[in-house]
Each structure stands twice: as C-alpha cells, then as structure tokens.
C-alpha cells in the first residue's frame, strides 16, 4: 500500500490528461490493496478466533469459568478448597463486569504470570502455575477468540477465603516459592511429536493440577504427575507414572488415544472429575494433538520397574475367605448382571472390573466413589448415548459397601488390600 502512496503523491494531476488517467489508475490499484490487505488481516483474525477456540477447549477454560446452566465463560462457579471457596471471574468482553477492557499484554500477563490487570496476585486455584508454559502466540489466540464472543454483565461474588489465606503478601510468599514463570521449553533429544504432547500435558492441559501430590500449601511436590488426591475433591488422580496406576506404557498409542478421547476402553472407564475432563475437553484434542500427548504419557512409564502385581498373599485365613464370600453375593445380586460372572464387563459398554488398573489401585477411594455415586462415562462424539451406572449410596450400607469393594479387588485375577466400612464413611461428601 505504501508504494501506492507514494506514487499518488509523487503524481500531479493538474497537469495533463495523461497524469490525470495515470493519477485515476494508481488510485484504484491504491483502494484494491487496501481492501485485499484488510481482507488478509482479517482472515487471519478469524483464523486466531477459530484456534483460540480449540485452545480454549483444551485448557478447559469454559469448565471452571462457567456455572451449571450459566452462561458460558461469564464465570460464578465456586471451586471448594481447603483455603476457601474461590469463585472464578466473569472472562467474556463485558467492559463492566468481564475482560472487555484487557488488551493482549494485560491477558499475557494474567495467564504467564498470574497478575490481574490491575496487578492483584492471582492464586492458582486459576492453575497459572501449569498455564504460563503456554507460548505467547497461543495466549493471543485465546485471548482473540474470547474476545469474539458475546459479551455478557454479570457480577460475580467474590471469593471467601479463610485467614490467613487471604492475605496477598502470604500470596506473594508462596509464589516465590513454588511458582516457576516460563514458556515450556522444548527438549531437543525428544521427537516433534513428544514435544507437543509434553506441552500440552504440562500447560494447557494442565494434567498435574490433579495428577500431583500436594503440600499442606496447596503447591504440587518437585515430582508432578505421580499421582494425588485432588485438592478439594475427594478423588485420587493416580500416578501416570507408574503401570500400577494410571501408566500407559504397556499400551498401544490406540488404546491411549481412544481412552483420552472417548473415555472408555476395553480395559479402563475414566470417572468423576476424569470423565469430565474427557468430555468437556479432551475430547476436541485433533488427531495429531491426541497421538503426540499419548506418545508423552506413553513416555512417562519408561523408568518404571512395577509390574502388575502378581498374588500379594494368600488367601487363607477363614475370616478373610468369609469376608470375600459375603461380598461375592453382593456381587451376584447387584453387579453381576453388568459387570458379568467373570468381571470382563461389555467391551465399550460395562468395564471390566477384572485386570482394571482402577480397581486394585491402591487407594480404594475412587472405587468406593463409582460405586456410591454410579455414573457415566463422558459423552463423546464416539460414544455420544453411554451406558451409565445406578449409585449405590441409598442401597447398600457402609459394610456391604466395603465388602462388595473388598470383593472385587480380589476376584478373578485381582489382588489388593481389604477395604473397611469406615474407608466408605470417608469417601462420602466432597465435590465431584
Ligand atoms: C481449575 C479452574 C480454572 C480453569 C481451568 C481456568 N480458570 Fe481462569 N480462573 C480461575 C479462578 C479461580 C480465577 C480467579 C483467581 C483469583 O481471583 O485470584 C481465575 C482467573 C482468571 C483470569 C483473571 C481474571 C481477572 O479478572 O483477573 C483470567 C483472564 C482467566 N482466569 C482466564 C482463563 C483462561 C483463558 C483459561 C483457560 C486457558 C482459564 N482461565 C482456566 C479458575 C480457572
Ligand atoms: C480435574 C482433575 C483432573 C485433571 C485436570 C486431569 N485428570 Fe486425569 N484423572 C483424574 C482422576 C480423579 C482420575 C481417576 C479416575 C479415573 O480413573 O478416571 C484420573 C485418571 C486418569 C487416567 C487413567 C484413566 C483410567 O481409568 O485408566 C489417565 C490416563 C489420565 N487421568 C490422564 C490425564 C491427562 C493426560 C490429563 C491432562 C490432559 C489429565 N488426566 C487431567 C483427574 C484429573
Ligand atoms: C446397570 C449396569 C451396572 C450395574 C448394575 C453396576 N455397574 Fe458398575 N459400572 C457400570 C458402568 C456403565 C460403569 C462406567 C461408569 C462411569 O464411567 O462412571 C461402571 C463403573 C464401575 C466401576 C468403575 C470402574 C473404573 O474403571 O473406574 C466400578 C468399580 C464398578 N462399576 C463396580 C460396580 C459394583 C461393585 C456394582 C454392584 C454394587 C456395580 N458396579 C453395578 C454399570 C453397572
């Protein structure tokens, strides 16, 4: 376009017809470019809009920002913690009550560094701490397309935290030392496809929110993914380190695939929170984007030396033997007809209880929880009516509970620890 101005201003049309044609002809080159130029700049803001989109998917935004039933991305959910209830702010374009005043840097900003626009530490119930591995180009995009959307007035609570939690230089301390700020930074001897899955897994999807042990601060230990109970949620987000949890490395790059994008395979359900993040979320991974985080997760068991745990014990006691057999006919009567005799389940519609890595985890905790509170697998493109399963909470009491539980961790091929009424007692309440 420059080019054009400067013909036109070098050009004198005044003094000849000839001027006068050549003055008209630059003029009309001059207005296409600036249409043309226009048109490029946005497309390519509609092209920014259409991956910030799909970005804003995969970091799941929309699930916290967004109450049941609410308005999307207008916020008002409240996030339990054991600091506080913390509400999540309104992040559509309204200038009152939103975003609609933020530029680019103040949205950097916010989820690099976890500063608000007016500089107010932020705290990572907003999980920054996984989001400031994000690159920058990637923030604008989301920053674009949330810009885009409808903005909407609504003024949320504001958060209720207890002392001394709620003080912003306690805040300050705890950022210095467990807040690292950094665009991930690629690993060289790793493949193309590696390293996207790792930075989608370590930002974005920020997967160790959950998957982490935490301290007494809130802040995940040095080792992240190695498996925790959710702050706030009364549910274990196993390791994805290790084959005894939730490792994928004696899996083939399908099967993790089809788990992480419909959340039903032939030997693992994902429930809960995990289901949820199926549904809202991974489920829009493309493709290539489910292939290179599989390939991450995939990675991640390679120093793991435990195997599947072959027969801890013996059954031989009388008592333990009368245990399992009083659970065997809670079994019959109440679970058989899905899970089946054998525990193999329905491909794709009953999991398998037998050779389920979610059963005999450990912590009983989530195996206790699908069972009081039943369930549904996500909802997915791939498996858009699931089978679901009744809660058994108002049917069977707290010891038939742990002896149905205690039953199936040890059925079939399956070994794991006895599970007691009071394990039941305490896996009740908390968020889901
Ligand atoms: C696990 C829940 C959770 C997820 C997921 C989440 N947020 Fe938030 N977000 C919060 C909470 C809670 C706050 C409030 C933090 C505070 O006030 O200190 C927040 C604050 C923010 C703020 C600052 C708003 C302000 O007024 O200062 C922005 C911007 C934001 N989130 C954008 C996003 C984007 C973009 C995503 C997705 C990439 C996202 N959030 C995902 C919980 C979440
Ligand atoms: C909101 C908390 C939360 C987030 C975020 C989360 N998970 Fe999970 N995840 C869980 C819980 C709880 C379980 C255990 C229940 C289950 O097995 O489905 C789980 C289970 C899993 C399993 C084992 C599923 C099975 O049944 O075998 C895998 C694999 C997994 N998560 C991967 C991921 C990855 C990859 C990410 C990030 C992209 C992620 N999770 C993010 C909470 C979470
Ligand atoms: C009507 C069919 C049905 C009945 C009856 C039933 N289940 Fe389920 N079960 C399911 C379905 C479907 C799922 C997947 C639910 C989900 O993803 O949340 C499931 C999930 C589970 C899980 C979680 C597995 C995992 O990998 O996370 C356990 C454990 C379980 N059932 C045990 C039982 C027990 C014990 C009983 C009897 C007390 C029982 N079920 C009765 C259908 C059933």
Redesign the pocket.
């Known amino acids: 376009m420059r080019y054009w101005i400067m013909v036109l201003s070098v050009i004198d049309y005044r003094k000849s017809i000839a001027s006068l044609w050549i003055y008209i002809i630059s003029l009309t080159f001059a207005l296409l470019t600036i249409t043309a130029e226009i048109m490029a700049s946005e497309a390519e803001n509609s092209n920014a809009v259409h991956y910030g989109a799909y970005?804003?998917r995969i970091?799941?935004?929309m699930?916290?920002?967004t109450t049941k039933g609410g308005q999307p991305f207008a916020g008002g959910r409240r996030?339990s913690t054991s600091f506080g209830v913390?509400?999540?702010?309104n992040?559509t374009p309204d200038k009152e009550t939103g975003?609609g005043l933020?530029n680019q840097q103040d949205?950097w900003q916010?989820?690099h560094q976890g500063r608000?626009?007016d500089g107010?530490?932020?705290?990572p119930?907003?999980?920054y701490t996984e989001?400031t591995k994000?690159a920058r180009q990637d923030a604008d995009a989301?920053f674009a397309y949330?810009q885009s959307l409808p903005p909407v007035s609504q003024t949320n609570p504001s958060?209720d935290i207890f002392f001394p939690y709620n003080s912003e230089s306690l805040l300050a301390v705890w950022r210095a030392l467990y807040f690292k700020e950094g665009v991930y930074e690629p690993e060289r001897s790793k493949s193309a496809a590696w390293n996207r899955g790792a930075y989608l897994a370590q930002g974005?999807g920020?997967c160790s929110?959950c998957h982490t042990t935490r301290n007494a601060l809130g802040a995940s230990q040095n080792e992240t993914l190695t498996g925790g109970q959710i702050m706030g949620m009364n549910w274990y987000a196993p390791s994805l380190f290790s084959h005894l949890e939730a490792g994928s490395g004696n899996w083939e790059i399908d099967e993790i695939v089809a788990l992480l994008t419909t959340g039903i395979t032939k030997r693992a359900v994902t429930s809960g929170p995990m289901a949820t993040v199926v549904r809202q979320s991974l489920q829009y991974l493309s493709q290539e984007d489910a292939l290179a985080l599989a390939t991450y997760l995939k990675s991640l068991t390679e120093n793991d030396t435990s195997s599947v745990p072959g027969v801890h014990f013996l059954v031989t006691t009388g008592s333990f033997r009368k245990h399992l057999e009083l659970g065997e006919k809670i079994y019959q009567e109440y679970c058989q007809a899905c899970h089946g005799a054998d525990g193999k389940g329905t491909p794709g519609t009953y999991p398998a209880l037998d050779g389920n890595r979610g059963v005999v985890m450990d912590s009983p905790l989530n195996v206790i929880r699908s069972v009081l509170n039943g369930g549904y697998p996500p909802t997915t493109a791939g498996n858009s009516r699931p089978y679901g399963m009744p809660p058994f909470q108002q049917i069977l009491r707290n010891e038939e509970v742990a002896l149905v539980v205690s039953y199936i961790r040890n059925a079939w091929g399956n070994r794991a620890s006895l599970v007691r009424a009071l394990d039941v007692d305490r896996s009740k309440g908390g968020d889901d």
């Open positions: 970005l804003a970091g799941n935004c699930g916290c920002h996030l913390f509400i999540t702010p992040i975003i933020w949205f916010a989820l608000s626009r107010r530490l932020l705290y119930a907003f999980p989001y994000v989301i949330l958060h974005l920020h929110a």
